[in-house]
Antibody, heavy 121, light 108 residues
Framework: QITLKESGPTLVKPTQTLTLTCTFS??????????VGWIRQPPGKALEWLTL???????RHSPSLKSRLTITMDTSKNQVVLTMTNMDPVDTGTYYC?????????????WGQGTLVTVSS | SYVVTQPPSVSVAPGQTATITCGGD??????VHWYRQKPGQAPILVVY???ARPSGIPERISGANSGDTATLTIRGVEAGDESDYYC???????????FGPGTKVTVL
């Protein structure tokens, strides 16, 4: 059974760096084709893909946010960490991590429950 | 980058068929995935690779993809189908996932 859960601060100040952790079970990031991605959703708005890391440490980033994003993995802890620099109130929203088992065009077949991050001074 | 479009809303009476479109240039050459999201909940995958269903998704939910339009069809709509639905593709030119703007399905 695959599960994912996001954790991190609920409130960050403008210009600060956000660090979120996705802790997962039921799969390994040592398995070919497997990846974990981050997706966010501002209140009342659509889903926006941010970044994804595959087995072997292959990474993809949203071109519009690439300069602010870092994604890393710790296979021993079954965790993926997202950092986003220079946070702004427009970055407020629910942040999800999700699993894909299919490198490249694969679907996001399991999602965490999401964590709400508010950016405010 | 690749752009996909969806109608903002679709309304359907119980028992009828809801059709949600996802438009994009030559989208037939891409694998399209569909997600359902209820208020306050995480999205769940309902169709992947254009027309495949994950386990637990009923057969009355189906997908298709041809030309410039992918379609999610929900037959025999029930009150529980009222949700936001998002399509998603992989933009190989920019190496990124792309989500559609979402369609709110309202059951009358």
């Amino acid at each position: 059974q695959i599960t994912l859960k996001e954790s991190g601060p609920t409130l960050v100040k403008p210009t600060q760096t956000l660090t979120l952790t996705c802790t997962f079970s039921g799969f390994s990031l040592n398995t070919t084709g497997v990846g974990v991605g981050w997706i966010r959703q501002p209140p009342g708005k659509a889903l926006e893909w941010l970044t994804l890391i595959y087995w072997g440490d292959d990474k993809r980033h949203s071109p519009s946010l690439k300069s602010r994003l870092t994604i890393t993995m710790d296979t021993s802890k079954n965790q993926v960490v997202l950092t986003m620099t220079n946070m702004d109130p427009v970055d407020t929203g629910t942040y999800y991590c999700a699993h894909t088992g299919n490198y490249g065009s694969g679907s996001l077949d399991f999602w965490g429950q999401g964590t709400l991050v508010t950016v405010s001074s | 980058s690749y752009v996909v479009t969806q109608p903002p809303s679709v309304s359907v009476a119980p028992g009828q068929t809801a059709t949600i479109t996802c438009g994009g240039d030559n989208i037939r050459y891409k694998s399209v995935h569909w997600y359902r999201q209820k208020p306050g909940q995480a999205p769940i995958l309902v169709v992947y690779d254009d027309r495949a269903r994950p386990s637990g998704i009923p057969e009355r939910i189906s997908g298709a993809n041809s030309g410039d339009t992918a379609t999610l069809t929900i037959r025999g709509v029930e009150a529980g189908d009222e949700s936001d639905y998002y399509c998603q593709v992989w933009d190989s030119s920019f190496d990124q996932y792309v989500f559609g703007p979402g369609t709110k399905v309202t059951v009358l």
